[in-house]
């Protein structure tokens, strides 16, 4: 069969937005090709962002360009991979769209939109004719052989959304792939990867080399209560072998002359016997690469001699995902099981063998009253890190918080924050309003990199300051100044 997979057009408040390749979408094409399907991903994001009336930078091309897309490939199949629930419309408009040239052209949305709002993804749009929860590999060739022989049943393909007359049926999500070995590795070369490598943005520091994504595992067992990926991978955490990824980053290195890799795992760490081991052979192949992790990183399970395999084999910085500096905040509301402790050894290990390491903070949990902000104070700025990312908490449907927040009617069932409220607060309570946490977002930040002057002077002098760029500072002071 012919399908055609598109990256669906997103709403930035940023002109410039960092986009890394979609290994989600790679995955279903390299699956797709596996099985002989004949498959072209068209990513919509790649261009220019058009600036709207409303401020936003829409991700995405003219009509008329995915329209002759459209009629000149003449699919039999078209999905949409679609992210934000705040850019829904743009999908839904494409899949209107796609009826209005060829009603027989089948209609398949996916993304995590669609693991998150199940079938009211569908429902907001007659031109959809099913959705894929979660991951969706082997799902998509089920539904391509239902649709050319009508086996197997749709009510037998796992995480399938459907039509029954005037009803819409949902497949829960129940088999994740357990050998991920087993899969062909991204295509690739189905897109114009120089697009993606070379677009003069870093992340984290990387970037200002050629520069490509690297999934060594799939899903995290945390559950943390603000987290919502478990639901694209489910809650049990899978690994690919050590032999798998390094022909994979073989490739990378030696066909798409990639230097820098961004390792975007949910839980990279988790088995630190295999990243030790990872390590030493990337070390032992003289691979010419330096990576970090955009994702951030657990804490747990970090050592010493885990780190100085870390630096050798090419470590640029990491992110750890420390959350709040209140044990009360990370551990009673956030689910983290993390304990101060370990965040301090761990900060330390990297400080010792000089890796940059900055930290992920969320404010405003439910709970988070002044006490406990200026415990978060007080514990980032006894650390050595080298930057901190700050940002609010989000209620995503499905989550922890999500539901906690509506038993405590902070919001109601339904909310939906809109892409341009995502860089502030989306709720308050009588522990915080909104204006609070701005506030104490702008002291959090002011007061750590006022404090950490002579560190970031010794990493300047040191040669170590390359995760710092224009951008970054440009956002900070914007960041302190008009928060």
Same mark, same amino acid.
């Given at each position: 069969?012919?399908?055609?997979?598109?990256?669906?057009?997103?709403?930035? $408040?940023?002109?410039?937005?960092?986009k890394?390749?979609?290994l989600? !979408?790679?995955?279903?094409?390299?699956?797709?090709?596996?099985?002989?399907?004949?498959?072209?991903?068209?990513?919509l994001?790649?261009?220019?962002?058009?600036?709207?009336e409303?401020?936003?930078?829409?991700?995405?091309?003219?009509?008329?360009?995915?329209?002759?897309?459209i009629m000149?490939?003449?699919?039999? !199949?078209?999905?949409?991979?679609?992210?934000?629930?705040?850019?829904?419309?743009?999908?839904? /408009?494409?899949?209107?769209?796609?009826?209005?040239?060829?009603?027989?052209?089948?209609?398949?949305?996916?993304?995590?939109?669609?693991?998150?709002?199940?079938?009211?993804s569908?429902?907001?749009?007659?031109?959809?004719?099913y959705?894929?929860?979660?991951?969706?590999?082997?799902?998509?060739?089920?539904?391509?052989?239902?649709i050319?022989?009508?086996?197997?049943?749709?009510?037998s393909?796992?995480?399938?959304?459907y039509?029954?007359?005037?009803k819409i049926?949902?497949? +829960?999500?129940k088999?994740?792939?357990?050998? $991920?070995?087993?899969?062909?590795?991204?295509?690739?070369?189905?897109?114009?990867?120089?697009?993606?490598?070379?677009?003069?943005?870093?992340?984290?520091?990387?970037?200002?080399?050629?520069?490509?994504?690297?999934?060594?595992?799939?899903?995290?067992?945390?559950?943390?209560?603000?987290c919502?990926?478990w639901?694209?991978?489910?809650?049990?955490?899978?690994f690919?072998?050590?032999?798998?990824?390094?022909?994979?980053?073989?490739?990378m290195?030696?066909?798409?002359?990639?230097?820098?890799?961004?390792?975007?795992?949910?839980n990279?760490?988790?088995?630190?016997?295999?990243?030790?081991?990872?390590?030493?052979?990337?070390?032992?192949?003289?691979?010419?690469?330096?990576?970090n992790?955009?994702?951030?990183?657990?804490?747990?399970?970090?050592?010493?001699?885990?780190?100085?395999?870390?630096?050798?084999?090419?470590?640029?910085?990491?992110?750890?995902?420390?959350?709040?500096?209140?044990?009360?905040?990370?551990?009673t509301?956030? %689910?983290?099981?993390?304990?101060? /402790?370990?965040?301090?050894?761990?900060?330390?290990?990297?400080?010792?063998?000089?890796?940059?390491?900055?930290?992920?903070?969320?404010?405003?949990?439910?709970?988070?009253?002044?006490?406990?902000?200026?415990?978060t104070?007080?514990?980032?700025?006894?650390?050595?890190?080298?930057?901190?990312?700050?940002?609010?908490?989000?209620?995503?449907?499905?989550?922890?918080?999500?539901?906690?927040l509506?038993?405590?009617?902070?919001?109601?069932?339904g909310?939906?924050?809109?892409?341009?409220?995502?860089?502030?607060?989306?709720?308050?309570?009588?522990?915080?309003?909104?204006? /609070?946490?701005?506030?104490?977002? %702008?002291?959090l930040?002011? +007061?750590?990199? $006022?404090k950490?002057?002579?560190?970031?002077?010794?990493?300047?002098?040191?040669?170590?300051l390359y995760w710092?760029?224009?951008?970054? !500072?440009r956002?900070?002071?914007?960041?302190?100044?008009?928060?």
């Open positions: 069969m012919k399908i055609l997979l598109l990256v669906s057009p997103f709403k930035s $408040l940023n002109p410039k937005t960092y890394t390749e979609l989600g !979408v790679l995955y279903l094409g390299a699956n797709l090709r596996k099985h002989g399907h004949e498959v072209i991903i068209y990513d994001t790649l261009e220019s962002p058009i600036k709207k409303n401020g936003l930078f829409l991700y995405s091309v003219p009509e008329d360009v995915i329209k002759n897309k000149s490939f003449k699919p039999d !199949v078209l999905g949409v991979s679609c992210h934000y629930a705040s850019s829904k419309q743009e999908a839904y /408009d494409i899949f209107s769209l796609t009826k209005r040239i060829d009603p027989d052209i089948v209609t398949v949305i996916g993304g995590l939109f669609v693991s998150v709002y199940k079938t009211k569908v429902s907001g749009c007659d031109a959809i004719d959705g894929l929860i979660g991951e969706s590999e082997n799902s998509l060739i089920d539904l391509l052989s239902y050319s022989s009508k086996s197997p049943a749709l009510n393909i796992d995480g399938l959304i039509r029954d007359g005037n049926m949902e497949n +829960s999500k088999n994740f792939i357990k050998d $991920l070995d087993s899969l062909p590795f991204p295509a690739r070369d189905m897109v114009p990867i120089e697009k993606y490598m070379n677009n003069n943005l870093r992340l984290y520091g990387l970037g200002n080399r050629p520069s490509l994504s690297l999934l060594t595992s799939r899903s995290c067992p945390n559950l943390c209560s603000f919502n990926m639901m694209v991978h489910g809650v049990g955490w899978r690919r072998s050590v032999e798998n990824i390094l022909a994979e980053i073989d490739g290195v030696n066909k798409y002359k990639a230097e820098h890799i961004y390792i975007m795992d949910d990279f760490l988790l088995r630190g016997d295999r990243v030790k081991q990872l390590c030493e052979e990337i070390i032992r192949r003289k691979y010419n690469i330096r990576w992790t955009p994702n951030g990183i657990s804490v747990r399970g970090i050592d010493i001699e885990l780190v100085r395999l870390m630096k050798r084999s090419g470590c640029a910085s990491v992110c750890l995902a420390i959350e709040s500096g209140s044990e009360y905040i990370r551990n509301v956030m %689910k983290k099981n993390t304990s101060t /402790d370990q965040i301090i050894r761990a900060v330390q290990c990297f400080h010792q063998e000089q890796i940059p390491v900055g930290g992920f903070l969320i404010l405003g949990m439910p709970g988070e009253n002044e006490k406990y902000f200026k415990e104070v007080n514990f980032i700025n006894r650390l050595p890190l080298s930057f901190i990312i700050a940002s609010y908490a989000i209620p995503y449907p499905g989550t922890k918080l999500y539901s906690d509506i038993n405590m009617k902070i919001i109601e069932d909310f939906q924050p809109e892409i341009d409220l995502l860089s502030r607060p989306v709720f308050e309570t009588k522990d915080f309003t909104r204006s /609070d946490l701005i506030r104490r977002k %702008k002291k930040l002011m +007061s750590f990199y $006022l950490n002057i002579p560190q970031i002077m010794r990493e300047l002098i040191g040669g170590r710092l760029t224009k951008d970054d !500072v956002r900070f002071i914007h960041n302190s100044l008009n928060l």
